[in-house]
């Protein structure tokens, strides 16, 4: 029986959970609003874990081109006190698999292979219950109906609104990201603090960590706790006018008032890992947003949510490789699905939320004890995920 599913997004849940019923031939439409695969910047690096996002590459059957393309030596983790001292300098074993890093493009163009995306497809609203089936609405007006609708949509899906009205919420956290480029060559005394993998340094509430991605391509957060609003008044939320000049609040679109104000912000560190914002090209502006820990949701018959739709976490690690599995577990359970799915789905939603719950509760505290008022914590949670 060929059911009509769509999945809408073509990050790595979507990808995954198309590619893995491609390989049960299963047709499946795959929706994403960007006009290409290239349309922008595909992100930073991801680790895939063994027993998640690897499993979940492996029911793809593209675990030993992943393998081939991953990067091992980039699981190396550095911890620097904010005067440079060397904290931590844990270095994987040759054969460590358990977390190798691949960058995001690179993951994105493995799953691809010979999936038909429909790009450009701008998903405006799902709007199910009616008489044949589940109805997607576009931005440029037309309408599509299928039996099945994933939202694999992100962290402001178009989809979830379908089964929840559940929204993200501030977590207090804000990142600001820059990148280095041919950092071997531009800039070789950052390229050795930071290694094959990453740096990260921990003050009273704020951080700055920097990872290497391929090709000499750095990835730099900076990241502290802050009003949702912090740059418009830079002196009542960050203390900082008097060391900035920015009377009128600062201009996130303005380069150097940017890196003029986390100078500021950092002021007192070590000046190697300040070269690391010093040397940055553009700045973007990432406030950290969740749903809440135990999110879950009434079933919807015919709509079902992956990754960050469903359960937006702080992102350390966990996000992409759960959904990645979630996309591939929902996958095989639909193709092996002989008749109506909505029993199918109903059990991959408990098994879900269960799950991430998990990982929410894991992530959240995670967050809370490395972007806080006491550095300490953060290097005793390393010492627990990764001794040394």
Not at 265 to 293: E, I, K, M, Q, S
């Amino acid at each position: 029986m060929r059911r009509r599913i769509a999945v809408v997004g073509g990050g790595p849940a979507g990808l995954t959970f198309a590619r893995v019923l491609h390989r049960h031939d299963h047709p499946v439409t795959v929706l994403e609003r960007d006009p290409s695969p290239g349309a922008r910047p595909p992100g930073g690096t991801l680790d895939l874990h063994e027993q998640l996002g690897q499993l979940a590459l492996d029911k793809a059957g593209v675990l030993a081109e992943f393998q081939a393309l991953s990067r091992p030596e980039g699981q190396a983790m550095r911890i620097l006190d904010t005067d440079g001292t060397v904290l931590r300098d844990w270095r994987p074993r040759p054969d460590d698999l358990a977390n190798p890093e691949i960058d995001r493009g690179k993951l994105r163009d493995l799953l691809l292979g010979s999936l038909d995306v429909q790009w450009g497809r701008d998903v405006t609203e799902v709007e199910p219950g009616s008489r044949d089936g589940v109805l997607v609405h576009f931005a440029d007006g037309r309408q599509e109906t299928f039996d099945l609708v994933v939202g694999a949509d992100g962290a402001w899906s178009r989809v979830r609104p379908a089964v929840t009205s559940a929204t993200p919420y501030y977590t207090g956290v804000t990142m600001v990201e820059t990148s280095l480029d041919e950092v071997d060559t531009r800039h070789p005394d950052l390229a050795r603090l930071i290694g094959d993998g990453s740096v990260a340094v921990y003050g009273v509430n704020r951080a700055l960590a920097a990872q290497r991605n391929s090709g000499g391509h750095v990835k730099v957060y900076a990241q502290f706790r802050a009003p949702l609003d912090w740059h418009t008044d830079l002196e009542r939320h960050m203390g900082l006018n008097r060391r900035t000049g920015l009377d009128e609040g600062l201009d996130l679109a303005d380069v150097e008032a940017v890196r003029s104000s986390l100078l500021a912000l950092f002021d007192g560190w070590a000046a190697p890992v300040l070269n690391l914002l010093r040397h940055g090209t553009a700045f973007a502006h990432r406030p950290l947003y969740v749903l809440p820990v135990a999110h879950t949701w009434a079933h919807v018959p015919g709509v079902t949510l992956l990754g960050d739709a469903a359960h937006l976490m702080p992102p350390l690690g966990a996000g992409a490789n759960l959904a990645m599995l979630e996309g591939a577990e929902l996958a095989e359970s639909v193709a092996a699905a002989p008749g109506d799915l909505a029993e199918v789905v109903r059990a991959f939603e408990e098994q879900m939320w269960a799950r991430a719950g998990r990982w929410a509760k894991i992530t959240t505290a995670g967050l809370e004890r490395l972007v806080g008022p006491d550095p300490t914590e953060a290097l005793a949670l390393f010492d627990e995920v990764q001794p040394s």
